[in-house]
């Protein structure tokens, strides 16, 4: 590679396209037409050279019989030598031809390569969250993989094909110089391939777009199976996976053999047909010979033609496939590439001071300062509204009395956060994996997905993608997250038995077993081993609010450093203490210093989790929403995260989704949530009293939650 120029291929190079230009999205045809129209000067010299490369492989016959009726059958060996030479430098200019249009039709097809990896990559930066909402991940990684490179493939036609049909041309026109009779049996010979192939392009076109759909979805499930196998291992459920990709394995299989089929009768007439060609013509041309109406040279150039035809033919057979190849992955680049991003123009204001936030969808309304919990017994109704709140899900939610969507997205990420449990935790000081997370006042905020980012967001209902196997997603953390199953899935951390590198087994901290809570009804349980309710982080009665000061603007509080800046040490303590994860700090070699593995694979899931908090809290935004955010830790310690959440939030709007009766007593609203809308709101202790359904729904052993306090 070339520095910004680009990549480099014997001396000349492919540009880098820092601006790939606009596709034409109006179909998978009109994609090919615009990667050829972006590059037509090197697809015409690909045109050129191939052309004039086929039209001397169809002169060599000529020339040829030119050397036999002139110079062998007289027994002029000036002529003979003459024309023996001609067809000598021919066949070196031919190779040399060759050559040139190999290398122009390799560059040909690296643009289209380079260009559509371009326009994917910068339209899937662009999508940013709606990403994960709108396409499967096996989509987008097939659309890398495979079809990226069909579509390259599929340009070669510009070349060979376009010089299959010249030399065609120039062999009937030879053709009619010896005899009419033979030039149009010649002739008739693309009508009738086109005839015999045309049924079989269209099934291939078909069984193609099924085959390519089917890859999409075993691809997501390699992803999910790849993402989530320690969780899987730890509990027992990897043969149960395993098996169902086989069998998606096996169905793409035998959808791979119904598309073989048709590839095989392709190709078997891009043999037979030739061969068919050379011996009717051969049969023709030596009767014509015999009967002396062309002589013994031209009955060899007429056999010479025909086996000439066959490098033609073979191409045209070979660019109809690849071209009904290359159409559908075009088309399915082009659906990628229709999918619309959020909008981040708006035509009203944001509210000047901290608001009400509401959600006509479900009836919940967030009042601002206040700790409100959503309970709901479907977790993934609670995350829906989470996912409405935030603005990563279409809706009709209105903050301050402005409909959220007319708000610009950048004031409202500068605002309004959400810390996902499944955002990415990358390798580095934990000092700086903490502090990644955005600072109010950022521009734009966190951006949907962006690598770091607090607000990594999955699909705007909780549910999963189409084409999504079922089981975690990749970049889960290792984990399964317990709100998308909509009863009881275990999420990171929660495993009774260590996970695979959680060394030692469970962490203080950490849930010694599977919460019972997530199960979605009444439950009691406990958590674990008392081991694992040892906690060894300060005193629940600690100062750790995030002090504060008048905020200078509504975009900005008073103590939040510049996006550019690290933040003070007193202010990641306070964050760190507030997550209840200075225990974390202790117990690692450096302390903040120490370098953390990718997604925190060397972190207990509690950890993990602690430490996703710790980044929301030091980022300090006015509104924060939060889903499950102590789903992993044992009840001390969450009895602990939850009393220092509320210190530490104190003034500014926080909601949280959760079913643990130890958040929720500490909440000053809670919203209980039946089939998505709000059934009932009021104080943890007032549903309690008044709500059969809540209280079935939160209840635990008596003796447990005492221990707790």
Excluded at 162 to 180: D, I, P, Q, T, W
Excluded at 561 to 587: F, K, N, T, W
């Amino acid at each position: 590679m070339s520095g910004a120029g680009g990549w480099r291929t014997g001396g000349t190079s492919v540009d880098a396209y820092e601006d790939p230009g606009t596709p034409d999205l109006r179909g998978g045809w009109r994609y090919l037409g615009w990667l050829v129209g972006r590059q037509w000067r090197r697809c015409a010299a690909g045109a050129v050279l191939a052309s004039a490369w086929m039209v001397l492989l169809a002169a060599t016959p000529y020339l040829m019989a030119r050397a036999v009726d002139h110079g062998l059958e007289p027994g002029d060996l000036g002529a003979l030598a003459l024309w023996t030479g001609a067809l000598t430098a021919a066949g070196a200019v031919n190779a040399w031809l060759g050559v040139l249009r190999h290398r122009t039709m390799t560059r040909v097809r690296m643009d289209a390569n380079f260009r559509t990896v371009k326009v994917v990559v910068g339209h899937a930066t662009r999508l940013g969250a709606a990403l994960r909402r709108q396409v499967g991940t096996g989509e987008v990684v097939t659309i890398g993989v495979g079809d990226v490179q069909t579509i390259s493939q599929s340009l070669t036609a510009v070349g060979p094909g376009v010089g299959a049909v010249v030399a065609y041309a120039a062999v009937g026109g030879l053709m009619l110089s010896v005899s009419a009779s033979l030039a149009l049996v010649v002739l008739l010979g693309v009508p009738v391939l086109g005839v015999l192939l045309g049924p079989l392009m269209g099934r291939l076109q078909g069984r193609e777009t099924e085959y390519r759909e089917r890859q999409g979805v075993l691809t997501a499930r390699i992803g999910d199976l790849a993402g989530g196998l320690r969780v899987l291992n730890g509990l027992g459920g990897k043969s149960l996976v395993a098996d169902a990709f086989r069998r998606d394995s096996a169905r793409l299989r035998e959808q791979g053999y119904r598309v073989g089929a048709v590839t095989s009768w392709i190709q078997a007439i891009g043999v037979g047909l030739p061969m068919l060609f050379l011996g009717l013509v051969t049969w023709l041309g030596a009767r014509l010979a015999a009967r002396g109406e062309i002589s013994v040279g031209e009955l060899v150039s007429v056999y010479g033609y025909v086996v000439a035809l066959g490098w033609p033919v073979a191409f045209l057979i070979e660019m109809s496939h690849q071209l009904s190849r290359g159409v559908v992955a075009a088309r399915r680049v082009v659906a990628f590439l229709r999918l619309e991003p959020e909008s981040e123009e708006g035509t009203r204001e944001a509210p000047a001071e901290p608001s009400v936030l509401y959600d006509p969808a479900s009836g919940v309304r967030v009042a601002p300062g206040r700790l409100t919990v959503l309970a709901g017994a479907r977790p993934a109704d609670a995350a829906a509204v989470i996912d409405r709140l935030g603005r990563y899900a279409p809706s009709e939610v209105t903050w301050g009395g402005v409909p959220l969507s007319d708000v610009p997205l950048p004031l409202v990420r500068e605002r309004i956060l959400i810390a996902d449990a499944e955002s990415d935790l990358f390798t580095g000081p934990l000092r700086e994996v903490i502090a990644t997370g955005p600072r109010p006042g950022d521009a734009g905020g966190p951006q949907p997905g962006d690598a770091g980012g607090v607000g990594a967001r999955r699909s705007g209902s909780g549910g999963r993608h189409p084409g999504d196997a079922g089981g975690p997603l990749p970049g889960d953390a290792g984990g399964v997250d317990a709100r998308r199953s909509g009863a009881g899935g275990r999420r990171p951390g929660d495993a009774g038995r260590p996970l695979p590198g959680d060394a030692g087994g469970p962490h203080p901290g950490d849930a010694g077993g599977v919460n019972a809570r997530h199960s979605g009804a009444a439950a009691t349980g406990r958590h674990g081993p008392a081991d694992a309710r040892e906690h060894a982080g300060a005193p629940v009665g600690a100062d750790v609010r995030l002090h504060r000061t008048a905020a200078t603007g509504h975009h900005e509080s008073a103590d939040a450093p510049a996006h550019a800046e690290a933040p003070s040490e007193a202010r990641l303590a306070r964050a760190v203490g507030a997550a209840a994860a200075d225990d974390i700090v202790r117990g690692l070699p450096e302390g903040l210093d120490t370098v953390v593995a990718a997604q925190g694979r060397d972190l207990s899931g509690g950890q993990r989790q602690r430490v996703r908090l710790a980044r929301a809290l030091l980022a300090d935004p006015e509104v924060l929403l939060a889903v499950e955010p102590t789903s992993a830790l044992d009840a001390h310690t969450e009895a602990t995260v939850a009393e220092r959440l509320r210190e530490a939030r104190e003034g500014r709007t926080t909601v949280l989704a959760s079913t643990s009766p130890l958040v929720l007593d500490r909440a000053h609203v809670v919203h209980y949530l039946v089939d998505g809308k709000a059934a009932a709101t009021g104080s943890h202790r007032e549903l309690l009293d008044t709500e059969p359904g809540y209280r079935e729904l939160v209840a635990r052993d008596t003796e447990e939650e005492e221990t707790a306090r």
